[in-house]
């Protein structure tokens, strides 16, 4: 008997363990109120998902405007996963244009508002005003999107000159995508 209920224990622990395990993590809901007012959501309007986008911008090297003798690194578009706050894969965002896609086939495009800088060697934090959403789903209604908590995706730190037109680079970033619908 003695050790059926120390057999028993021990299995119920794990059970336990496993069952905190795999339930979803529990996020905080996002505060805004520590962003730069740049990139702030407008009042009339509430968070309705929470993503972490990781994946490529692609910068190309291109000749600058109005110039004939000066290059930069251009942004051409992201390709990224989105991902819930649990790692669970909900969507992607590709672009040009700028396009964030729910697993169900709703998709939303959208305007940039506002950029404010981020940490060094991120790109900047971003406010997007949303474009009617396409397809019923998840991006249905969604009036704004920031891009907060940035990671990488800054240009090449590597020259861009006239041998190196046309080249195209791949940077990593991750950032969190925050989707806002008018209350």
């Known amino acids: 008997m003695r050790r059926f209920v120390s057999t028993f224990s ?3 622990a794990a059970c336990a363990l496993v069952a905190c395990a795999s339930a979803p993590m529990m996020a905080k809901p996002f505060d805004q109120s520590a962003m730069p007012a740049a990139v702030q959501v407008p009042a009339g309007n509430k968070v309705v998902l929470e993503t972490v986008g990781v994946g490529q911008i692609t910068y190309e090297c291109r000749v600058k405007a109005n110039t004939t003798d000066q290059f930069e690194w251009v942004f051409v578009g992201p390709d990224a996963k989105l991902m819930d706050r649990s790692g669970k894969e909900i969507g992607k965002y590709f672009g040009p244009p700028a396009t964030w896609q729910s697993m ?3 998709k939303v495009t959208g305007a940039q508002v506002a950029v404010s800088p981020a940490q060094p ?3 900047p934090l971003q406010l997007v005003k949303a474009n009617p959403a396409m397809g019923n789903g998840a991006m249905q ?3 704004y999107i920031q891009r907060v908590a940035t990671q990488g995706g800054v240009a090449p ?3 861009c000159n ?3 037109v046309s080249v ?3 940077v990593q970033y991750q950032a969190d995508y925050i989707f806002w619908r008018a209350v």
């Open 10 to 12: 021990a299995v119920s």
């Open 168 to 170: 195209k680079e791949i």
């Open 162 to 164: 006239a041998s190196m």
């Open 157 to 159: 730190a590597k020259a």
């Open 121 to 123: 060697g991120a790109i």
């Open 104 to 106: 169900d086939g709703s």
């Open 141 to 143: 209604g969604t009036s």
